[in-house]
């Protein structure tokens, strides 16, 4: 079914689609009992499509069978791969943890020797390589790029064959640091390797075509807090740009010491519109996160999970599990209370806190009830889950935290201001009268619903009254998390973006801020028609991210082809002072409406396309009518700011 | 003291250095035929409807904090080189509210710039003389035989007042801006005599452009008949850049 689900997204009808599907039906096989996941490594079938330097090869068709969720959103760390062969990671003793984890490690050497014997038989370029660099994966550390490349590779693909999704690529500009390679070797090497990556791109997109969580974290700081980047940094957004595809995509860690050459040439990258970099602002992530509880040398080494939400690095923590959505407490008060007796604006907003207290204890009662998948081979390359000889899925790592994220915090903000002046402050109607308009989604309200609309909207202004409105909001989200420990013994954390903007839109309610049923709520952190971009960015900085608020704040902006191109310094100016000033993430789609337009009418002419989803790039053409919509509206309403 | 303005705009890019606020006059003392801006000719407030049926205004007074508010907002991205831009409409026509503002601006550090189409007294350009770190000046009809009845304004006076400006204020600080409109400023007789005053004045730089057709929205919600003029093509852009270079010895850049 999930494969049929896959294939139907870019098959040209869904009978081709089966028909793909059915064609190999034979072999098709989840593998479920004990050592299922030896089996499925004893069964994979491997090919050579693509491979020319390196081998990369995932058996789509046979798989593990998952009772529970199996983690995901991970990055196993590279580095300790590179400079150990896979035999370092055999255990001492009987325990139960010892023997699962031998058992799958023998799997694993087995499935390396047939991928070795497969590679010898086969007709690729650098086969004799490929097979030393594959025997030499047992006991010997890599040597060369070329090497530690491929063991990458084989990494991941065993990953994505035990049913893992979203499978992250972690720091690999940190992690092959030490490897040095003449440039134009360097540069073919790694066209290859993120050309393969992209090898089973429908397959591995995971709630649409392009999330892949297939995430390269560049930059930033050594575990000693230093700051890091070397000759890799700039040559891997360099191939991935000029490769013009959207998966992988490129994270960028910045902080205050770059120099201002490594500012310009993130803002050329950004004007390419492949949709990377996201930035990611080390100064005050790394801060929060220690504040938290994080170690700072772990802070320091942080990578994210499959969009932009911080994990430290070497740990299984899942960030997204569910969004929080801040419009549900109006549902809860419309429901629970006798609307008539909500005289002021201070009762609501009591109510509201009282609702959305409620609404977290029921999330959290979620939380408490997910089961993760025994996950022996992340456990296998976590410390302290072999410290512990406790599984990571039942709490074996460092850090044991939840992330949860949020949607709607915009339009419930809009909605309350709504409320105030309409009913608190002008008194037109009385909350109840509000309400019932909401509800029945504007029909015979029309006028109500143009009010509401064509107010002045609060959010992305900088005004100092708004954004401690925001701030007191999710002060009250932190403290109504603060006494939950989930089950693993981790706590939770939270932030201002989520997937979910549409996907948890459909059929959802009216809200006071004229948004129509089913309409899509606001993206992360970004702004309407008329906001300026230094006022969004001023309004980002001053929200607060301390505490528990931490787990992905992206602002996400659209901007004019040749505005940005015209205007380089400007840009740079933009982005850095925002980010010095207390922007935690920020991410772009470089487009104009009228080029989406015509992609969305003609989308033959417009093949490579790319554009900025929630947190990953996607070809415009293969995105659903619901987001190509909401993309060209948003980048109509950023452009009637500069007309 | 006030000032009148019809927007604000934050994050402005193409008028002067940086990252700029850009305050926009409302009253005009010139009546350009294709003016983008029309909100900004009348010094009025002006009540209009929109297409969704809502009823707004062009036109708001402001005291000199609180435009001297929103200018500092972006203090930290005007950088060394941004700032505020004072444009319209004609800014000079409000001289004295903006001479108060640009002083305070001056005081934190921050650079202000004038747009300017010089027909306004010259005592007003001398109010702003110590504040302005840059000024654009445009270069529109200046063949004497049709410069009065196209903009509906003295030519005598902006000649009077570009001489005042090329003494005042040093030529670094000087960029003439020449809108390139058919049959208007695009005449060879025109051109000709721009590229004579550029020669004698010798201006820092000079940017030539075809003006656009986007305001035609705008004229119809002040019942204002709307002219549109054929787009000056980049060929022509460029035939013109290359005369004036050649003829004046200036720098002169094609923007769009």
């Known amino acids: ?97 010892a023997k699962t984890n031998n058992s799958l490690l023998d799997a694993i050497l087995t499935y390396v020797g047939r991928l070795a014997d497969f590679v010898r038989e086969s007709e690729i370029a650098n086969r004799d390589n490929i097979v030393s660099y594959l025997v030499r994966f047992k006991d010997e550390p890599a040597q060369n790029l070329e090497e530690a490349l491929q063991r990458i590779l084989v990494i991941n693909q065993i990953q ?100 201002d050459a490594a500012w310009t040439d993130i803002i050329h990258v950004m004007s390419s519109n492949t949709g990377s970099p996201l930035i990611s602002n080390d100064d005050e992530i790394i801060e929060h996160m220690v504040s938290f509880g994080y170690e700072r040398e772990d802070a320091n080494n942080y990578i994210t999970s499959a969009c932009w939400e911080p994990i430290a690095g070497n740990c299984y923590e899942q960030n997204n599990i569910i969004s929080l959505n801040y419009l549900e407490p109006f549902e809860r008060i419309s429901k629970r209370h006798d609307l008539q007796k909500i005289d002021t604006f201070d009762r609501l907003m009591k109510l509201y806190y009282e609702e959305l207290k409620g609404y977290i204890e029921s999330i959290t009662g979620y939380l408490d009830t997910l089961k993760w998948e025994k996950d022996p081979l992340y456990s296998m ?73 064509n107010a002045d909207k609060k959010w992305g202004h900088d005004e100092d009254e708004v954004c401690s409105f925001v ?20 706590g939770v954390k ?33 702004s309407g028609e008329g906001i300026a971009y230094t006022e969004l960015m001023n309004f980002a900085s001053k929200l607060d991210y301390s505490g528990k608020r931490f787990n992905g704040n992206v602002v996400d902006f659209m901007v004019m082809p040749a505005l940005v191109k015209q205007n380089i310094a400007q840009f740079v100016q933009l982005i850095k002072v925002s980010l010095l000033q207390g922007c935690c993430q920020l991410q772009a789609n470089v487009i104009d409406a009228a080029t989406l337009i015509l992609a969305k009418n003609n989308p033959n002419d417009f093949p490579n396309l790319i554009v900025r989803v929630w947190g990953f790039n996607a070809y415009f053409n293969e995105l659903p009518e619901e987001y190509k919509d909401y993309l060209i509206e948003r980048a109509r309403q950023n452009e009637a700011a500069f007309n | 003291m006030k000032l009148r303005l019809t927007s604000i705009q934050r994050f402005s890019v193409h008028d002067g250095p940086g990252i700029r606020t850009t305050l926009f006059a409302k009253g005009c003392s010139i009546r350009c035929p294709w003016c983008a801006n029309p909100e900004n000719l009348s010094h009025e407030i002006q009540k209009y409807c929109t297409e969704s049926g809502v009823w707004k205004q062009y036109g708001e007074d402001y005291s000199i904090e609180q435009v001297f ?188």
């Open chain 1, 160 to 259: 994505w064959q035990m049913g893992h999704i979203l499978v992250g690529l972690g720091r690999l500009d940190y992690c092959l640091d030490g490897y040095v390679e003449e440039e134009t070797k360097a540069k073919r090497l790694l066209t290859e390797f993120f050309s393969l990556l992209h090898k089973y791109y429908t397959i591995k997109s995971n709630a649409l075509m392009g999330d892949t969580g297939q995430i390269v974290i560049l930059g930033g700081r050594t575990e000693e807090g230093e700051c890091f980047t070397n000759n890799y940094t700039q040559l891997m957004i360099e191939t991935i740009q000029e490769l013009q595809i959207p998966d992988p995509k490129v994270l960028l860690r910045v902080n205050r010491d770059m120099e």
């Open chain 2, 69 to 256: 508010d929103i200018c500092m907002k972006d203090k930290n991205f005007y950088g060394a080189d941004g700032g505020i831009t004072a444009s319209g409409g004609e800014a000079l026509l409000q001289a004295k509210p903006l001479a108060e503002l640009f002083k305070r601006l001056k005081e934190e550090q921050i650079g202000c710039c004038l747009e300017t189409s010089l027909y306004a007294p010259e005592k007003n350009l001398e109010l702003l003389r110590n504040y302005l770190d840059y000024i654009y000046v445009d270069m529109k009809v200046l063949d004497e035989e049709r410069a009065d009845d196209i903009l509906n304004a003295p030519l005598q006076l902006y000649e009077k007042n570009l001489k005042y400006l090329f003494s005042a204020f040093p030529r670094e600080k000087i960029c003439i801006r020449i809108p390139l409109v058919d049959e208007m400023t695009f005449t060879e007789k025109n051109i000709n005599v721009i590229s004579e005053h550029l020669k004698n004045f010798q201006p820092s730089k000079c940017e030539i452009f075809s003006v656009h057709n986007l305001g035609s929205a705008k004229y119809a919600t002040l019942n204002l008949a709307y002219h549109k003029f054929r787009k000056i093509t980049e060929e022509e852009l460029l035939k013109v850049k290359g005369y004036l270079q050649k003829q004046s010895g200036n720098t002169c850049f094609v923007i769009h």
């Open chain 1, 494 to 526: 939270f932030g201002l973006s989520s997937p979910h903007y549409i996907m948890n839109s459909v059929d959802y309610p009216a809200s006071f801020d004229g948004r129509r049923k089913g309409e899509p709520f606001s993206v992360h952190i970004s």
């Open chain 1, 1 to 97: 079914m999930i494969l049929f689900y896959k294939e139907n997204r870019v098959a040209k009808t869904p009978v081709d689609a089966l028909k793909r599907v059915l064609s190999h039906f034979r072999e098709i096989k989840v593998y479920g009992g004990s050592c299922s996941r030896e089996k499925v490594l004893e069964k994979a079938r491997f090919d050579a499509d693509g491979c020319h330097t390196f081998i990369y090869t995932w058996d789509v068709y046979k798989t593990v069978k998952i009772r529970g969720r199996i983690l995901g959103n991970c990055t196993i760390d590279y580095r300790k791969i590179l400079n150990c062969g896979l035999s370092h990671y055999y255990m001492d003793g009987e325990d139960e943890f």
């Open chain 1, 471 to 490: 701030n007191q909001i999710t002060e009250k989200t932190q403290i109504f998390l603060d006494a939950y420990e989930n089950p693993l013994g981790g």
């Open chain 1, 381 to 453: 390359f976590d410390e302290n889950a072999r410290r512990c000889r406790r599984d990571v899925s039942t709490g074996g790592s460092k850090y044991n935290n939840y992330g949860i994220l949020t949607v709607a915090m915009a339009n419930a903000v809009n909605s309350l201001n709504n409320i105030r002046e309409l009913v608190f402050e002008k008194k037109l109607y009385t909350y109840e009268e509000l309400d019932s308009c909401r509800r029945a989604n504007f029909k015979n309200h029309e006028a109500e619903y143009l009010l509401l609309k």
